[in-house]
């Protein structure tokens, strides 16, 4: 049964300290999604890849969040330095991208609980 | 993109049909209807889409009014592990590179033993 895999599944932090939140998506899928859940805000995409490029980061803060894949199996998310507003339950999601298909499903992993004191 | 509008919460007995309403009024033509749910502590995960046709699967049906304004979410027999919160989205094929999924805020169900 494949899944998407997050590590760790959660994280507790101090403000101004780097955290590094990894993923591995479903093997042969091409894309690759970062949510964020909050109590205030809800389910928001912060940044998505197809085939390890970038093709959506506009729902992440620049100046603190960086997203990555350094290959086809690791997308990684990192915030740096991290404040106690960032505390949220962070989703990676994978999706096939197969092409010409834009209403595939989208498969999440089990999520990063992070807290940031 | 289109908004959807559903309960903030219901309940309903174990072993009963369920349905979840979901109002989409401004709903486009290219719009597809999916329906994703997160069950506690666990990433949300698809249920069931479609476009005009009601469709059915192993897990739910979809009603879909003829005027694809509404849908119905239907769990023919619901159990405990039904209990989730219910996402109605709205998906436009015709927004190539738009791939996220736009959550709001779905709908609790709970089920009562």
Same mark, same amino acid.
């Given at each position: 049964?494949?899944? $998407? ?26 894309? $690759?999604?970062? *949510? ?11 940044? *998505? ?57 989208? *498969? ?7 807290? $940031?004191? | ?60 049906? =979809? ?9 119905? =979410? ?15 989205? =709205? ?23």
């Amino acid at each position: 049964d494949a899944r $998407v895999t997050q590590t760790p599944r959660h994280k507790v932090t101090e403000m101004g300290q780097e955290v590094t939140m990894r993923c591995q998506p479903i093997l042969g899928h091409n894309t $690759v999604f970062w *949510y964020r859940q909050t109590m205030m805000q809800g389910l928001e995409l912060l940044a *998505y890849f197809r085939n390890r490029a970038p093709l959506d980061d506009s729902g992440m803060p620049k100046d603190r969040f960086s997203a990555e894949m350094p290959d086809a199996t690791l997308a990684t998310l990192k915030i740096q330095p991290s404040e106690p507003r960032d505390s949220a339950v962070y989703f990676c999601a994978s999706a096939p991208g197969t092409s010409g298909t834009y209403q595939e499903t989208q *498969y999440f992993g089990p999520g990063t609980r992070l807290l $940031v004191l | 993109d289109a908004k959807t509008t559903q309960p903030n919460s219901m309940e309903s007995n174990e072993e009963e049909p369920v349905h979840l309403p979901c109002n989409h009024s401004t709903i486009s033509g290219t719009d597809y209807i999916h329906w994703y749910r997160q069950l506690p502590s666990q990433g949300p995960e698809y249920v069931i889409h479609g476009l005009t046709s009601n469709v059915n699967n192993r897990m739910a049906s =979809l009603a879909i009014a003829e005027d694809r304004k509404s849908s119905t =979410l239907i769990l023919h027999r619901a159990t405990l592990r039904d209990a989730a919160v219910y996402y109605c989205i =709205l998906r436009d094929v015709a927004n190539f590179g738009n791939e996220k999924l736009t959550f709001g805020t779905g709908t609790r169900l709970t089920i009562i033993p």
